[in-house]
């Protein structure tokens, strides 16, 4: 079976830091693009960043310069390495592994998502 399965979220102050895992199995992973989106309450899933499988990364203006994603192939896991938290990174995180090498085509596979709350 397919499975993403993302960990590491929690409960953090302002200014503080999470490091996000997203666990791949059952599929493909060191040639295809992958992404962490998150979802406000209430909000649209949004993109935060994304690497290709090559390791070209991408990210949202809101994060970046705090964010870093990174691939470990042979692990078959991604990360997301989150500093200097804000109250508005509040959201549930979901990895996703896309459909070819670039993140083009957007997500094919999603994880289950993992909760990141910030407080002030």
């Known amino acids: 079976q397919v499975h993403l399965t993302d960990s590491g979220g929690g409960l953090v102050q302002a200014g503080g830091s999470l490091r996000l895992s997203c666990v791949v199995s059952g599929t493909t992973f060191s040639t295809r693009a992958a992404a962490w989106y998150r979802q406000h309450p209430g909000g649209q899933r949004e993109l935060v960043a994304s690497t290709t499988s090559g390791g070209i990364t991408w990210y949202a203006d809101s994060v970046k310069g705090r964010f870093t994603i990174s691939r470990d192939n042979a692990k078959v896991t991604m990360y997301l390495q989150m500093n200097s938290l804000k109250p508005e990174d509040t959201g549930v995180y979901f990895c996703?592994?896309?459909?070819?090498?670039?993140?083009?085509?957007?997500?094919?596979?999603w994880g289950q998502g993992t909760q990141v709350s910030v407080s002030s």
């Open positions: 996703a592994r896309g459909y070819g090498q670039n993140w083009d085509m957007g997500p094919q596979i």
